[in-house]
């Protein structure tokens, strides 16, 4: 007979968990369990927001928050790989998925931003309803900082891909918190155009943060490609 589906998942939860502390260290293992518990959080943080986008009636709520959810795939693909292998080459395929998720959220972000720019639409989010965006997205810009400060001086392949991940979303996420300062504060004086330019700017530099993963990672197989075949007889 099946589990219950909560036992089945505390179940799952434990032997991840027993999985991290056999494969790392310390500081490893509290990483790891961050970014897990931070994807729970995160989850929660982009269906807030998409619920605060559709009372708002506000498309570009609701797609922060489907990005905020694009980011917890990445990271838990990392994290996934980080699990389930020790093997580095399976690791690096784990790595350049996350990487190839990252560009493609931003890749669509970037999109809208565009369109957006070239079909400026005003907004006026209610007092509550900008103060709970605000809310989610400072959270999540201090989750994510958090997370990269306790990897900064961690270089394991699905550790910076976790790191480089939570770069990425908190500089998306500045986008938003831009947007509902300005309509709390400015009211209908700001130039609606000037979220697109932000989000153009923060979606590139986030597709360039994938593109440096795809590229580091690649650098690390040829490196190991050629110390392989140096000590070949």
């Known amino acids: 007979m099946d589990k219950h589906p909560l036992k089945h998942g505390l179940h799952l939860i434990r032997f991840n968990s027993r999985a991290i502390h056999r494969a790392y260290g310390a500081s490893a293992s509290r990483t790891l369990h961050l970014a897990g518990i931070s994807g729970v959080c995160s989850i929660l943080l982009g269906l807030g927001k998409i619920v605060s986008g559709v009372l708002s009636l506000s498309v570009f709520v609701c797609i922060n928050g489907l990005y905020t959810l694009g980011m917890v795939l990445a990271r838990y693909c990392a994290l996934a790989g980080a699990i389930r292998t020790q093997d580095p080459h399976q690791q690096y395929v784990y790595y350049r998925r996350s990487g190839k998720i990252l560009i493609a959220a931003s890749l669509l972000y970037i999109s809208y931003s565009a369109w957006s720019f070239f079909h400026p639409k005003w907004v006026s989010y209610h007092m509550y309803v900008a103060l709970a965006i605000a809310t989610f997205t400072f959270t999540e810009i201090g989750m994510n900082l958090y997370g990269m400060i306790a990897n900064r001086k961690n270089r394991t392949p699905l550790l910076h891909a976790i790191k480089t991940i939570n770069l990425a979303a908190s500089l998306v996420s500045l986008v ?4 509902a300062i300005l309509s709390f504060a ?4 700001h130039d609606p155009s000037v979220n697109a330019l932000m989000g153009l700017f923060s979606g590139t530099c986030a597709v360039l943060l994938g593109i440096y993963m795809l590229w580091r ?11 392989t075949g140096g000590d070949a007889p």
Do not use: D, V
């Open 176 to 179: 938003l918190t831009q947007s």
């Open 217 to 227: 990672i690649g650098r690390l197989e040829r490196r190991e490609s050629s110390e």
């Open 186 to 189: 400015g009211g209908e004086s």
